[in-house]
């Protein structure tokens, strides 16, 4: 079991809670079962292809992780959008 | 009193007027969606909806609808996303129209994409003639994406559809969009070697295409360089272009009441999008293009170097009181209540305008 930490628009969707506790080996599929458990996330996070987009960047116990990087149990799980603006 | 719905850079804008009044900006009324880009937005007025399309840089491309205060909160609309699992994803809602049966709505999208409601809005499905098109893995993007950008509907017949697809041209429709060919003979892509132009496979880069609601076979077009009017429902264009300080531009809009009647916002070229002269103009024509006469009475006659984007130029009822409105990058409303014979500054300091629409 792994805590996946969201933020603004994503918590308001996901029910206003921040911490989720979720099971995923994954990255990747940590997040597809955090969409699954708040459906109206769906598509914020993951696009049609399945792949996280481009500009959400996600830390596994604070370090920059990918769709393929391992969660341990335990594991804090960010999901933090880019440095991004204009 | 007219509502404007301003899609910008920073957010969706409700502007309040009279455009047949005195001089004297239009109030902001609301603002939505603070901070985050609204490409598009519209007041679709046979059900009072309000929508806005935004495309947040983190989150992708969303649709958002109200029937309650603006302000206030707002639902997303369900199906705006192509099929999972494919390897395209949807990169921007461009456009919204309605369609000629109750509660049907269609909207257009990047990667040049159709899709359609039956519901007013609250649910959305993929158009599946246009989407499995054969030819669609050859279409190639304009410099905005492959962006699905004008919706044209038959009045009085829902089974008539024309879209238009920068830059995959023209595409017609007889059996409400479960089939589609195109419509593109006579353009002429100048960007492209004339040896090379095949009307039914070369890039066309089509801007904006507009229908006469009261002769519908005549079509007036927008194009990458040249300015062009259909008369056989978009089988094929004529250039009209003549008598234009410039052919290149972006938005269009006609008069409802006249199928003679065509205003063009013209910039110099595709390599300075800007107005020619720095002079702020809109150009009319009321004879079909056969002549173009400039209308800025009350606009910036100089040092005006704006650029009016694709969907920044909105229209509103008909005839001598025909309603017109655009907004520039530089954040600059304007608007005329008497089809562009004069015009007056109904904003100033908005953020970049992506969008106008009024209701």
């Known amino acids: 079991m792994a805590v996946v930490r969201v933020r603004g628009p994503l918590r308001a969707l996901a029910g206003g809670r921040g911490e989720h506790e979720l099971e995923g080996p994954t990255v990747l599929e940590l ?56 | 009193m007219t509502e404007l719905a301003v899609g910008t850079k920073k957010g969706l804008f409700l502007l309040e007027g009279d455009a047949t009044g005195g001089g004297g900006e239009f109030g902001i009324s609301a603002r939505a969606f603070a901070g985050e880009p609204v490409d598009y937005a519209l007041r679709e007025t046979r059900s009072g909806r309000l929508f806005a399309a935004t495309t947040s840089p983190f989150y992708g491309p969303k649709l958002f609808y109200t029937d309650a205060d603006p302000a206030g909160e707002w639902q997303q609309a369900t199906g705006v996303e192509l099929p999972a699992g494919g390897e395209q994803t949807l990169a921007r809602i461009w456009v919204i129209a309605a369609g000629e049966t109750p509660g049907t709505l269609y909207m257009g999208a990047d990667p040049g994409v159709l899709f359609e409601s039956h519901d007013n809005g609250s649910s959305w499905q993929l158009n599946s003639g246009l989407w499995n098109e054969p030819s669609r893995p050859d279409w ?19 089974q008539r559809l024309a879209v238009a697809i920068s830059a995959a041209g023209m595409w017609l429709s007889d059996d409400g969009g479960a089939s589609w060919r195109r419509g593109n003979r006579g353009l002429n892509p100048r960007y492209l070697p004339e040896a090379d132009i095949d009307p039914e496979t070369s890039a066309l880069c089509v801007h904006h295409v507009e229908r006469s609601r009261t002769r519908p076979e005549r079509m007036f077009m927008q194009f990458h360089g040249g300015v062009y009017r259909s008369d056989d429902a978009g089988e094929s264009w004529t250039p009209i272009g003549d008598g234009l300080p410039s052919d290149f531009g972006f938005p269009l ?32 024509t009321r004879d079909g293009g056969a002549s173009w006469t400039p209308r800025g009475d009350g606009l910036p006659a100089q040092h005006a170097y704006l650029t009016v984007l694709r969907q920044a130029f909105a229209s509103r009822g008909s005839g001598p009181g025909l309603e017109l409105y655009f907004g520039a990058t530089s954040g600059e409303l304007f608007g005329s209540g008497d089809a562009g014979a004069s015009w007056r500054t109904l904003a100033q300091r908005l953020p970049p305008v992506f969008s106008v629409a009024a209701a």
């Not at chain 1, 997040?31 to 696009?47: A, C, Q, V, Y």
């Not at chain 1, 799980?77 to 603006?85: D, F, L, M, R, Y």
């Open chain 1, 31 to 86: 997040l597809r079962s955090f969409e699954s458990r708040n459906p109206d996330t769906r598509g914020w996070i993951l696009d049609e292809r399945g792949h996280i987009r481009p500009h959400i960047n996600v830390f596994v116990d604070a370090e920059r992780g990918a769709e393929h990087t391992p969660v341990p149990a335990g594991a804090r799980v960010e999901v933090i959008p880019a440095i991004t603006g204009g």
């Open chain 2, 140 to 158: 190639q993007p304009g410099g905005g994406g492959l962006c699905l950008h004008s919706i044209c509907t038959w009045p009085g017949d829902p």
């Open chain 2, 253 to 284: 809009k006609v008069d409802p009441a006249d199928p003679e009647s065509a205003y063009l916002i013209p910039l110099v070229a595709d390599m300075d999008r800007v107005m020619p002269d720095g002079r702020v103009r809109v150009y009319e």
